[in-house]
């Protein structure tokens, strides 16, 4: 998730160095969505070392089976982060 936050970043700062409206009103649209997007992330993987108490992947072994309302909204909003059309973060990367 930090990696995908310097990522976003970057598109941002390239949008705004381009200084002209199309760069200016994605880089906005990207920051929105980087916020939206990077916070419920974060709060996935919170909710996921609160009921599982470890960091540990291997530790997660079927998790679609115990949680799969969790799960399809964690992917949505992964999908959005790497910038899947439809969704809020392809608008600012686009």
Same mark, same amino acid.
Request: without cysteine; hydrophobic residues 55%.
């Given at each position: 998730? =930090?990696? /995908? /936050?310097? /990522?976003?970043? #970057?598109?941002?700062?390239?949008?705004?160095?381009?200084?002209?409206?199309?760069?200016?009103?994605?880089?906005?649209?990207?920051?929105? #969505?980087?916020?939206?997007? /990077? #916070?419920?992330?974060?709060?996935?993987?919170?909710?996921?070392?609160? $009921? $599982? @108490?470890? @960091?540990?992947?291997?530790?997660?072994? #079927?998790?679609?089976?115990?949680?799969?309302?969790?799960?399809?909204?964690? =992917?949505?909003?992964?999908?959005?982060?790497?910038?899947?059309?439809?969704?809020?973060?392809?608008?600012?990367?686009?």
């Amino acid at each position: 998730i =930090a990696y /995908s /936050s310097i /990522s976003h970043m #970057g598109v941002i700062i390239l949008g705004v160095f381009a200084l002209n409206v199309e760069g200016i009103s994605g880089a906005v649209y990207l920051m929105i #969505g980087h916020g939206v997007v /990077s #916070g419920a992330l974060f709060m996935s993987v919170g909710v996921l070392y609160d $009921r $599982r @108490k470890t @960091k540990m992947i291997k530790e997660f072994g #079927g998790l679609a089976h115990n949680m799969p309302v969790f799960v399809f909204v964690y =992917a949505v909003v992964l999908m959005a982060s790497i910038g899947l059309p439809l969704t809020i973060g392809f608008v600012g990367q686009f």
